[in-house]
Structures are given as structure tokens and as C-alpha cells.
């Protein structure tokens, strides 16, 4: 790991946009991938900041569409690390639309995105350490340990039905 532990709200990150038309399928509702595109950015931000080296994402736990998002929705995405491991990093990121003429807000979906830091050739490099401050952060750190087990699981798993 990197010589300094770093807590989680060093990297917090929150991104707001208005939903275009040119986001939108022909019903207004805003695509599925414009919002999976946003949660990679600001998750690939968050992870950014803690690690301060480039990132590519190697995972996405599932996604679910809560509720939808419509044309003229203002989208906020917030992401937080919930997880580091020895070189890849667990951002949870949470997606909320706002109809601004009303002020309703709506959780629409959430999802974990794993990252990876990759130094100056381009190889897997260490992150700092992840500083829980609060019980609330030291749960959701060990959540975040157990969903990484399970991924690890899972790959050596579907290697192994390979061979």
C-alpha cells in the first residue's frame, strides 16, 4: 500500500447534471446507459482522489433501476469509497433525480464500482489505506471486504470451469 491511510470523505464526490433531451428515449425517460456512464465518472473521480494515480474499472455489481429518471430531472450522483483493497478500490455510488420545478426527489439506483490504480506503465499499483472514522464507516468498510470476497469468489469459479 501507499505510505499514507487516507479517510473516506477525502475522496467524496457529487456530480449534479440536468437530463437532456438527447438523453432520453422516445417515452423522455433517461437511458440506461447515460446513467451507467455517470455512476463510472464519478465513481472513477472518487477513486481517483484517494489513490491520486490513473484508474480503470474492473467491476460493477449489479444495477438496479429503481424508478425512472426523466428529461428535465436534475441527477445528483454521490460516491464514496466503501472498500480498498492492496490495489483495487470499492466506490459505492448513489443516484438521486430531482424534479427541480417541485423539489421531489427520487433514489433511483445505486451499484459498487471496483477500480484499479495502474502506475506510469500501466500495471496495478498500490492505493492508500482506507481510515474509518465512525461505526457507520467501519460496517460499511466490512460490507465492502465481504462483497470483495464474494467477487474474488466468483472469478476463481468461472476460471475454474474454464479449465
Known amino acids: 500500500m501507499s505510505e499514507h491511510a487516507k479517510r473516506i470523505s477525502d475522496s467524496w464526490v457529487t456530480i449534479s447534471q ?20 455517470l455512476v463510472d465518472e464519478a465513481g472513477a473521480i472518487a477513486a481517483v482522489r484517494h489513490s ?3 484508474v480503470v474499472t474492473v ?4 444495477m438496479t433501476f429503481l424508478s425512472p429518471i426523466y428529461v428535465g430531472n436534475l441527477v445528483t450522483l454521490a460516491a464514496s469509497l466503501s472498500y480498498v ?19 421531489e426527489k427520487t433514489h433511483t439506483n445505486s451499484a459498487y464500482v471496483v ?16 481510515i474509518a472514522e465512525t461505526e457507520e464507516e467501519r460496517e460499511r468498510l466490512a460490507r465492502g471486504k465481504q462483497r470483495q470476497a464474494q467477487r474474488l469468489a466468483q472469478r476463481k469459479e468461472r476460471v475454474h470451469q474454464r479449465s
Open 59 to 62: 467491476a460493477v455489481d449489479s
Open 85 to 103: 483493497g492492496r490495489t483495487s478500490m470499492e466506490v459505492e455510488v448513489l443516484v438521486e433525480a430531482e424534479d427541480p420545478l417541485t423539489g
Open 18 to 37: 440536468v437530463m437532456l433531451p438527447t438523453d432520453a428515449n422516445p417515452q423522455g425517460n433517461v437511458q440506461g446507459g447515460v446513467v451507467m456512464k
Open 115 to 130: 477500480y484499479v490504480a495502474l502506475d506510469e506503465n500501466g500495471q496495478p499499483c498500490g492505493v492508500p489505506a482506507l
Open 52 to 54: 491520486r494515480r490513473p
